[in-house]
Every structure is written in structure tokens, then in C-alpha cells.
């Protein structure tokens, strides 16, 4: 079958799509909800790719064949050994081509009603890629606000109230910062940027959607041109909190990286090139006396405030502000409303 659009691969009629190219290339990117069943393994792809280049391709499919046949067979006795006769695969590798024809005529001689994808992964990255060379259809609402002042959790409670929200940093594992790093590691470029194109062509074209301000790097993944375009040009709502408010959020919100001793003082020592030694050592004094809240006041108010006000004279005054005196749990469902309010006061005005 041929893709044609994000939105029609996020939702394929198969039972399961099955991506049979290495772990390595599958934990890169891969179709939504696919399944990896390699038919060669990340050694065995090098093997038979040095095997074709240094010696022949024909030697290079003999035993390429081989090993396909091995791991077709174990797959075969493992996680498809339940699959009734009426299942229907629809299979894919890198172009569509040797790998995903071998293993689909396997499972064609069983007599299981399988599928290839036309032109493989390769299709699908390139549907991604198009569709996020674009705008979002829908019209994008910024979040803005001082660091600690909880845009993520607030757009996590407007999603929960019936908002349009794309979460970037949800999308990227990262919450943006030096501290910023979530436990498993971001996806690859690849993998942030098919994710991002799905939840964008979900979106409703009527309503608008919340997006959190961003720098055009969230950790190591790059935003896509469209998608950073429509950050800059949009509507801003600002957050504005006390900084005591603040610094008891981003304890809160920051007690797993807190945890590490040692790792905060590595992160904290990261900032050396922007402070003289004497600010880095308070901030060291805090983090080791486990003082979260006056650590992460100081770093606000002489690191993330001054940089904020710079990136935000760029982009002009919020169309809205709103205060939060309070960012504890309970006020950010209020706080939601009200960024949801006026999220479609400023879409209406435009």
C-alpha cells in the first residue's frame, strides 16, 4: 500500500504493522504503533552491508538470506506463534525492498493476507518531513512566562480541561534547561519529529492551540522550521508569579534531579562560563546543604529572569497576562481556565 498522508499512517486498518529493519533504525524513528521484528539484528545489517561492499552481493544475499530465514523462523515460533488465520500484517523496511519482500512471502505462504508499504520508512520520513515544513493548521497560542512559573503543568491542566495543547517538552523527554534532562533519554531527531507531525495533524483547525515558548533547541532536538515559525509569529499569554512562588515550584517540580548530589553539582558547574566563581560557589553551597528553594531563587534571579527578559524583548509584549500568586497544585486548574479564556479572546481578535 502507499502512504499518503501522517494522518493516514496514524491510523492504518491492519492488525499489526511490523517494522522488520534493525533495533538500531526502529528505536531511531518507525511508523506509529509498529512493532519491531528484525530480520537482521544491528551486527548481523553490518555483516552482510560490509559483505556486499568487500566481497559481492551475491555473497551478501546468500548469507543475508540465511540469517533472515533464522530470525523469520523465530519470530514465527515467539510472537506471531498465537496470530489467527485472518491477521493481517503490513510490513515495511528501510526502502520496501529486500528485507520486507523476504519476510512478507513467508508470511504469505502461511496464508496470512499481508502487506508492503510502498517505498518503506522512506515514504513515511518523507510525509514528515513535508508536513512539518508547514504551519500547524490550527491557530498557535504561546505560553510565556518566567522560569518556575509551571507553563508545562498549567498546559497539562488545560489539556485535561479540554484544550488543544502540543507539549514539546513531553514530546522531547527534556524540560528545556541545563537541568532539564527526564529519566530514559530524549528520542532522536527523527523519532521527536514523526511524533510532533502526528499529534499535529490531529489537531482541529477551528480551535486554537496552546503551545509552551521555547528556544528552537529543547536539549539536543531541534524544532522543525514550521512548527518554530509558528512559535515566533503567535500570540503570547505570560504567567507572571512571585519569585518565592516560583522557587517552591521548581523545588517541587526538580526533586528528582535534586536527589543526585552529585549530579546537580555537575549540572551547576556547567554554568561557569556565564559567572563569576564566587555565584557559582553560593549556588554550590545551596545544593549541597539540600536548600532547593534559595537555590532555585538565585538561579532565577541572576541566570533564567535576565535571559527571559532578553528573548522576550524580541518578541513584543503578551497579547495577555496573567498573575499567579500561587503555583501550588491546587491553583492550576484555575490558572488552566484562565489561559484557555484567553487563548480564544486572542485567536478571536485575530
Known amino acids: 500500500m502507499k502512504l499518503t498522508s501522517v494522518a493516514e499512517s496514524a491510523a492504518l486498518d491492519f492488525d499489526t504493522v511490523i517494522d522488520v529493519r534493525s533495533p538500531a533504525e526502529f528505536a531511531e524513528d518507525h511508523l506509529p504503533g509498529a512493532i519491531n521484528l528484525p530480520v537482521l539484528d544491528?551486527?548481523?545489517?553490518?555483516?552482510?552491508?560490509?559483505?556486499?561492499?568487500?566481497?559481492?552481493?551475491?555473497?551478501?544475499?546468500?548469507?543475508?538470506?540465511?540469517?533472515?530465514?533464522?530470525?523469520?523462523?523465530?519470530?514465527?515460533?515467539?510472537?506471531?506463534?498465537?496470530?489467527?488465520?485472518?491477521?493481517?500484517?503490513?510490513?515495511?523496511?528501510?526502502?520496501?525492498?529486500q528485507r520486507s519482500g523476504s519476510f512478507a512471502t513467508i508470511l504469505k505462504q502461511i496464508g496470512w493476507r499481508v502487506e508492503l508499504v510502498e517505498g518503506g520508512y522512506k515514504a513515511?520520513?518523507?510525509?514528515?518531513?513535508?508536513?512539518?515544513?508547514?504551519?500547524?493548521v490550527a491557530p498557535v497560542v504561546v505560553l510565556d512566562g518566567n522560569t518556575g512559573s509551571a507553563k508545562t503543568a498549567i498546559l497539562l491542566a488545560a489539556a485535561a480541561q479540554g484544550a488543544q495543547v502540543i507539549d514539546l517538552e513531553g514530546l522531547a523527554n527534556h524540560r528545556g534547561s541545563i537541568f532539564?534532562?527526564?529519566?530514559?533519554?530524549?528520542?532522536?531527531?527523527?523519532?521527536?519529529?514523526?511524533?510532533?507531525?502526528?499529534?499535529?495533524?490531529?489537531?482541529?483547525?477551528?480551535?486554537?492551540?496552546?503551545?509552551?515558548?521555547?528556544?528552537?533547541?529543547?536539549?539536543?532536538?531541534?524544532?522543525?522550521?514550521?512548527?518554530?515559525?509558528?512559535?515566533?509569529?503567535?500570540?503570547?499569554?505570560?504567567?507572571?508569579?512571585?519569585?518565592?512562588?516560583?522557587?517552591?515550584?521548581?523545588?517541587?517540580?526538580?526533586?528528582?534531579?535534586?536527589?543526585?548530589?552529585?549530579?546537580?553539582?555537575?549540572?551547576?558547574?556547567?554554568?561557569?562560563?556565564?559567572?563569576?566563581?564566587?555565584?557559582?560557589?553560593?549556588?554550590?553551597?545551596?545544593?549541597?546543604?539540600?536548600?532547593?528553594?534559595?537555590?532555585?531563587?538565585?538561579?532565577?534571579?541572576?541566570h533564567y529572569d535576565p535571559r527571559y527578559e532578553k528573548h522576550r524583548a524580541r518578541h513584543g509584549a503578551a497579547g495577555a497576562v496573567i498573575a499567579a500568586p500561587s503555583l501550588l497544585p491546587e491553583a492550576l486548574p484555575g490558572l488552566a481556565a484562565q489561559v484557555m479564556a484567553a487563548a480564544g479572546a486572542l485567536v478571536t481578535a485575530r
Not at 46 to 61: E, L, M
Open 124 to 136: 513515511w520520513r518523507g510525509l514528515v518531513v513535508e508536513d512539518l515544513t508547514r504551519p500547524p
Open 180 to 302: 532539564g534532562a527526564r529519566p530514559g533519554g530524549q528520542p532522536a531527531q527523527k523519532g521527536f519529529e514523526g511524533r510532533l507531525a502526528v499529534a499535529l495533524t490531529a489537531l482541529d483547525p477551528t480551535r486554537p492551540v496552546l503551545v509552551e515558548a521555547e528556544s528552537s533547541k529543547i536539549g539536543d532536538i531541534n524544532l522543525p522550521k514550521g512548527i518554530w515559525a509558528a512559535i515566533c509569529a503567535a500570540p503570547r499569554i505570560r504567567i507572571v508569579a512571585p519569585l518565592p512562588a516560583r522557587a517552591d515550584y521548581l523545588a517541587r517540580a526538580y526533586a528528582d534531579v535534586a536527589a543526585d548530589r552529585a549530579e546537580l553539582a555537575a549540572l551547576i558547574d556547567r554554568l561557569r562560563p556565564f559567572h563569576a566563581a564566587e555565584v557559582i560557589e553560593g549556588w554550590q553551597a545551596f545544593a549541597a546543604a539540600g536548600d532547593l528553594a534559595p537555590l532555585a531563587g538565585d538561579l532565577m534571579a541572576r
Open 42 to 97: 544491528n551486527e548481523e545489517r553490518a555483516r552482510v552491508g560490509t559483505i556486499y561492499k568487500q566481497v559481492s552481493p551475491f555473497d551478501a544475499r546468500r548469507i543475508g538470506g540465511a540469517l533472515v530465514a533464522a530470525n523469520a523462523a523465530r519470530h514465527l515460533q515467539g510472537p506471531l506463534a498465537d496470530k489467527p488465520g485472518g491477521w493481517r500484517p503490513l510490513v515495511y523496511c528501510w526502502r520496501g525492498g
